[in-house]
Structure formats: structure tokens, C-alpha cells
């Protein structure tokens, strides 16, 4: 994303700094940071942004710039599905290692039996 689309969009509105930030639940200096390309933005940041300046959200991002903006509920649900996962493979491993100690007793008591 372009830092200065931003405020240069705020600019043209005639909105404070103060505004917007306060728009957002944001401190000045936090919304200092967005304006500035400092923080990274999630897609309901940005849309939050987009709302605020009333424009279109395709104007505050240019992707060609290399920038990357984080859609956090993929992400979230991405872990989500991992942990998932893991915890099924955990839950597999418990079940194969209760399954060899129950064997393990079995052929023990085989052996102790034919002493």
C-alpha cells in the first residue's frame, strides 16, 4: 500500500488526524503509524479506513506496491485447522502407545507364565 494514499485521501476530505483516529478508537499517534506505513493492516482495519474516508477500499491499497495486508480471520482459521490436526494426531499416538503397553503386558504375562 501506498503511506501517503492515506492521508492524502484524509487530506482531501479535510479530516483531522484527530478525526480519524478517534473515528477509529485509535490515538493520533497510532493512526500516525497507519498514515506513515508503519503498521501493518488487516482487511478490518482497512475496511474500517475505507468507511471512515468514505471511499473505496481499492484506493487505499495498491497491491503492485508489495505490500501485504493480512486477512487475520484466514489466518485464524488456517491455525485452527492445524491445531485441529495436531491434536488428532496427539489423540492417534495415545491411542497407538495405550495399545502397545497393553500388548507389552500381554506377552510379559506369556512369559512370566511359562516360568
Avoid: H
Amino acid at each position: 500500500m501506498k503511506s501517503n494514499n492515506i492521508r492524502l485521501l484524509r487530506e482531501i476530505k479535510g479530516y483531522s488526524q484527530n478525526y480519524v483516529a478517534y473515528r477509529l478508537r485509535k490515538s493520533q499517534a497510532a493512526f500516525s503509524r497507519i498514515e506513515n506505513g508503519k503498521t501493518i493492516l488487516s482487511d478490518a482495519l482497512l475496511e474500517q479506513i475505507s468507511n471512515v474516508l468514505e471511499v473505496p477500499r481499492e484506493k487505499l491499497v495498491d497491491e503492485s506496491e508489495g505490500f501485504l495486508v493480512i486477512n487475520f480471520s484466514d489466518t485464524i482459521k488456517e491455525l485452527m485447522n492445524i491445531l485441529t490436526e495436531n491434536k488428532n494426531l496427539l489423540n492417534e499416538i495415545e491411542l497407538n502407545q495405550t495399545k502397545l503397553l497393553e500388548e507389552l503386558k500381554r506377552v510379559l504375562l506369556k512369559v512370566v507364565e511359562k516360568k
